[in-house]
């Protein structure tokens, strides 16, 4: 009985965290695939809010793609969630300032 409560109480909580985490991690490769675009096209880097738009325009004809297209999104979300979580971990760079290092498309 204590173990259902438990997980009753438990549950929305880690649900919530991983929800949390996933969209951390959708929003870090938004940028990092809205950077490399802007790079690639050699356009100038005015805000991270572009870089931002130009990875959602990329990365939504993905989910128009029936039942695959949802996948991939997991998979980048997953996989930016994977890329970002560990970073507070570390020490604050000496300037105070995260930036998204360039990636091998840069």
Do not use: E, Q, Y
């Amino acid at each position: 009985l204590l173990l259902l409560v438990v997980s009753l109480v438990l549950t929305p909580i880690v649900a919530g965290l991983v929800a949390a985490g996933m969209f951390l991690g959708l929003v870090a490769m938004l940028l990092v695939l809205g950077a490399g675009v802007r790079h690639r096209f050699a356009l100038a880097a005015t805000n991270p809010l572009l870089d931002l738009v130009i990875g959602m325009l990329v990365l939504f004809p993905f989910t128009l793609i029936p039942a695959l297209g949802w996948v991939v999104v997991a998979l980048v979300c997953a996989t930016g969630a994977g890329a970002v979580l560990p970073k507070p971990a570390r020490a604050a760079p000496p300037n105070n300032r995260w930036r998204i290092r360039k990636c091998c498309f840069c």
